[in-house]
C-alpha cells in the first residue's frame, strides 16, 4: 500500500509536460490555490465525465481562486487528442513514468469489478497557496465527484 497524504502535509511539488509538451511545474504555482485531480485514462468514459465535470465547473472554480490540473499516465498526444474531443478549459499533465502519482499515493492496488488490480487511483488534492495539501480525496467517484468537491469547498450552498 502506498503511503497516502494528509492534511497539512507538504504537496510533493512536480513538473510535467502538458498535452502541448510544455513544462508545468507545481512550484511556479505558489500563491495560488491548486486541485490536482489524478484519473486513470484519457478518453475513457467515467474520465470523460470526469473532465467535462471539471470544465463545466472551472468558471466558479476559477473565480473562488482555484487552478486545476489534470494528471494521468497518457503520452502528450492523447491528452492533446482528448483535449480537443471534449474541449477541455484545464491543463492535462503527463506522467508516463508514474512517479507523481506514486509520490501522491494515486498509484497501486484497487479494486475492479471484484478483483484487485494495480492502477491509477481516481484521486483530488486540494494545495493551498502555500504548498500544503488542504484537501486529500482518495478513490473518489468519477460521476458527482467535482459537484462533491465544490461543497467540500464551500462553494455550493
Not at 472551472?58 to 487528442?81: F, H, I, P
Request: proline share 4%; glycine share 8%; net charge negative.
Amino acid at each position: 500500500m502506498t503511503d497516502r497524504l494528509t492534511a497539512g502535509s507538504p504537496a510533493p511539488d512536480f513538473t510535467l509536460a502538458d498535452e502541448n509538451g510544455d513544462q508545468v511545474a507545481l512550484s511556479d504555482l505558489r500563491g495560488e490555490k491548486v486541485i490536482v485531480y489524478f484519473y486513470p485514462a484519457a478518453s475513457t468514459p467515467g474520465c470523460t465525465k470526469e473532465a467535462c465535470d471539471f470544465r463545466d465547473s472551472l468558471n466558479s472554480l476559477k473565480s473562488a481562486g482555484y487552478r486545476v490540473l489534470g494528471v494521468s499516465k497518457d503520452e502528450t498526444a492523447a491528452l492533446q487528442k482528448f483535449r480537443d474531443e471534449q474541449q477541455l478549459n484545464f491543463p492535462l499533465l503527463s506522467d508516463p513514468d508514474l512517479a507523481v502519482h506514486r509520490a501522491y499515493g494515486a498509484w497501486g492496488e484497487k479494486s475492479l469489478y471484484g478483483k484487485t488490480v494495480t492502477g491509477s487511483i481516481r484521486s483530488t488534492f486540494v494545495i493551498d497557496e502555500q504548498g500544503a495539501i488542504t484537501l486529500p480525496l482518495y478513490n473518489v467517484k468519477a460521476t458527482g465527484h467535482v459537484a462533491s468537491l465544490r461543497k467540500k469547498l464551500g462553494l455550493d450552498a
